[in-house]
C-alpha cells in the first residue's frame, strides 16, 4: 500500500483516522499500532515480523541499558543492540552485494541468495538505532511500555521512506497528544500539496526519464533532458513523501521534523546537504560524524572523517557500487569546498554559486539512478557528448517540446518563489479574507486532480521505497 493510492486515500486512511479520533486516549497508541501493522502487512507480508522484532529487541536492549547504567555492562548491551540492527540491515540489503563481490575477486561462484529488500528497512533500522544510543547517552529514558515503543518504530506515515523521526522527536506526543482542528487541517492540507508533487510532478518527470531510457536516441540535448528531469522528479519524490508523511503526523496528533527545504536554491554544497533530506544528514551527523571526532581533530582526521561518514551515506542508499561512487563525490567536493573552494563562494556573484551546485547536483543523481557504475559512467559521458551521435534528434526536439511546461512549472515549485508569492499576496486583512476562500478550493482542486491522475495511471511506487 503507498500513499498516492485509492485504496490508502479512500479506504485505509479515512477508516484509520476515525477508529483512532473515536476510541478513547488509552487506546489511541493501540489502534494506531495495529493500523501501522495492517498497513505494513498489505504490502510487505510476513515481513512485518522484523518490525515487530526490532521493536521488542530495542525495548528490552533500552530497559536493560537503563537498569545497567553507569556501568561497563550498559556499553555492551547498547553493541548487543547495534549489532543485531546493522546485521538485519547487512542481512537484507547487502548480502548479495558481497557476495557478488567476493566472486568478481576470487573468481569464485558463490551463489547469490536473492534476499528480497523490506521496504523502510533502512529508515526503520537507523530510527531504533537512535533511540537505544539515546538511552545509553542519557538523552530519553527508557519507554516502559511496549505498545508506545513498538508505535514509534511501526508508525506507518513515516515508515517506509522518512522523514527519519527519532524518539526524541516524538517522545512526549507518544504518552501526550493533541489533536485540534487546526492540526487535521494543516495536516490535510499538507498531504494533499504532498500527494501533488508527487501525483502531477515526480511521476510525469519519471515519465520523461522513462522515455529516455528505452530510447535508442543518444544525444547530448536528450541526456540533459533526463538529467533534469530525474533531479527533479527525485525532489518532487521523496519531499513530496516527506510532506505527506508530515501531513500525516499532523492529523494524528504528532510534529514530525521537516526533511526539506528547498535544496535547490542553495549556494554551496554545504548548504544543500543542509537542506537535503535534512533527518538523515542530522542523523549522520550525530551518531558518526561528531562520535568521531568531527572538526575537532586534526585536518588529515577530519578529511578521514567527513569522507567515512559519505562512504557511509552513499553505501545507506543502496547496494551498488554507483551509490557509493555518489556518495565519494559529495565527500571530496565537501573537503574540496571547506578546505580551498569556501573563500571563493563568499565572494562569487549568486548565480555562479547556484549554477556550481546545480551542475555538481546534476551530475550526481545521474550517478544515482544508474544500474550500476558502467551505465553510471556512460550516462554521464552523454551529457559532455562522449557515445552521443549528435547534439540533438527528432525524439529529444519533440519531448522537450511536449514536456516544456511542466518543466518550467517543476523548476520554479523546486524554489520559494511562488510560496513567497502568496505569503505577500495574503499578508494583508483582504488577502487573509481571500485566503480563507482560495486555499480550500486549491486543496480540493489538487485533490480532484491527483485522484483523476491515480486513477488513469499505473502504479508508480516512490523512488525511496528502493533503499
Same mark, same amino acid.
Not at 550498559?74 to 548487543?80: E, G, N, P, T, V
Not at 521523496?238 to 542553495?266: H, K, R, W
Not at 563568499?346 to 554559486?353: D, F, G, L
Not at 480550500?440 to 485522484?451: D, Q, R
Given at each position: ?164 523521526? &527519532? ?17 487535521? /487541517? ?69 510534529d514530525f521534523p521537516e526533511n526539506f527545504n528547498y535544496p535547490y536554491i542553495s ?38 572523517n567527513l569522507v567515512t561518514v559519505w562512504f557511509l551515506t552513499g553505501f545507506w ?78 525524439? /529529444? ?68 521505497? &528502493?533503499?
Amino acid at each position: 500500500m503507498i500513499f498516492s493510492s485509492i485504496t490508502f486515500i479512500y479506504y485505509f486512511l479515512p477508516i484509520a483516522l476515525l477508529v483512532y479520533y473515536i476510541v478513547p486516549k488509552n487506546f489511541k497508541n493501540v489502534v494506531l499500532l495495529l493500523a501501522s501493522l495492517i498497513f505494513y502487512l498489505s504490502g510487505e507480508g510476513w515481513y512485518v515480523s522484523l518490525l515487530l522484532f526490532s521493536s521488542v529487541s530495542d525495548y528490552l536492549h533500552s530497559l536493560a541499558i537503563e537498569k545497567c547504567r553507569g556501568r561497563k555492562k550498559a556499553k555492551y548491551i547498547l553493541i548487543s543492540s547495534i549489532v543485531i540492527n546493522i546485521a538485519l540491515l547487512g542481512y537484507f540489503k547487502y548480502t548479495d552485494f558481497f557476495i557478488s563481490n567476493i566472486n568478481a575477486v576470487l573468481n569464485t561462484n558463490i551463489p547469490l541468495l536473492h534476499v528480497k529488500l523490506p521496504v523502510g528497512i533502512s529508515f526503520f533500522t537507523f530510527q531504533t538505532m537512535s533511540y537505544t544510543i539515546d538511552v545509553y547517552r542519557g538523552r530519553v529514558k527508557a519507554q516502559k511500555s511496549l505498545t508506545s515503543l513498538a508505535t514509534f518504530v511501526c508508525l506507518f506515515p513515516q515508515l517506509v521512506a522518512g522523514p527519519i523521526v &527519532r524518539y526524541s522527536d516524538i517522545d512526549a506526543q507518544l504518552e501526550n497528544r493533541t489533536n485540534t482542528i487546526s492540526q487535521i /487541517s494543516y495536516g490535510i492540507e499538507r498531504f494533499v500539496i504532498g500527494l501533488g508533487k508527487k501525483v502531477i510532478i515526480a511521476n510525469n518527470m519519471g515519465e520523461l526519464c522513462k522515455l529516455f531510457l528505452e530510447s535508442n536516441e543518444q544525444t547530448i540535448l536528450f541526456a540533459w533532458l533526463y538529467a533534469i528531469g530525474f533531479t527533479l522528479q527525485i525532489y518532487f519524490d521523496f519531499s513530496g513523501y516527506s510532506d505527506m508523511a508530515i501531513g500525516l503526523g499532523s492529523m494524528f496528533g504528532f510534529d514530525f521534523p521537516e526533511n526539506f527545504n528547498y535544496p535547490y536554491i542553495s549556494k554551496s554544497i554545504t548548504e544543500f546537504w543542509r537542506r537535503w533530506h535534512m533527518t538523515l544528514s542530522s542523523w549522520f551527523k550525530d551518531y558518526v560524524y561528531i562520535p568521531m571526532g568531527g572538526n575537532r581533530v586534526s585536518t588529515p582526521r577530519w578529511i578521514l572523517n567527513l569522507v567515512t561518514v559519505w562512504f557511509l551515506t552513499g553505501f545507506w542508499h543502496g547496494a551498488q557500487w554507483n551509490f557509493i561512487l555518489w556518495g565519494m563525490l559529495f565527500g571530496t567536493v565537501l573537503v574540496f569546498e571547506k578546505l580551498i573552494l569556501a573563500k571563493y563562494l563568499e565572494i562569487t556573484p549568486k548565480i555562479i554559486n547556484h549554477i556550481y551546485v546545480l551542475f555538481i547536483v546534476i551530475i550526481s543523481f545521474v550517478i544515482f539512478n544508474a544500474v550500476n557504475i558502467t551505465q553510471a559512467f556512460k550516462d554521464v559521458g552523454m551529457l559532455f557528448g562522449i557515445g552521443t551521435t549528435s547534439f540533438a534528434g527528432t525524439e /529529444s526536439i519533440y519531448y522537450l517540446k511536449s514536456y516544456a511546461v511542466l518543466l518550467i512549472i517543476a523548476m520554479i515549485g523546486s524554489t520559494p518563489t511562488a510560496k513567497n508569492i502568496c505569503n505577500k499576496m495574503f499578508s494583508t486583512n483582504t488577502g487573509k479574507k481571500v485566503e480563507i476562500v482560495l486555499k480550500p478550493l486549491w486543496i480540493i482542486f489538487i485533490m480532484v486532480i491527483c485522484t483523476a491522475y491515480i486513477v488513469d495511471g499505473s502504479f508508480n511506487p516512490f523512488l525511496y521505497f &528502493r533503499f
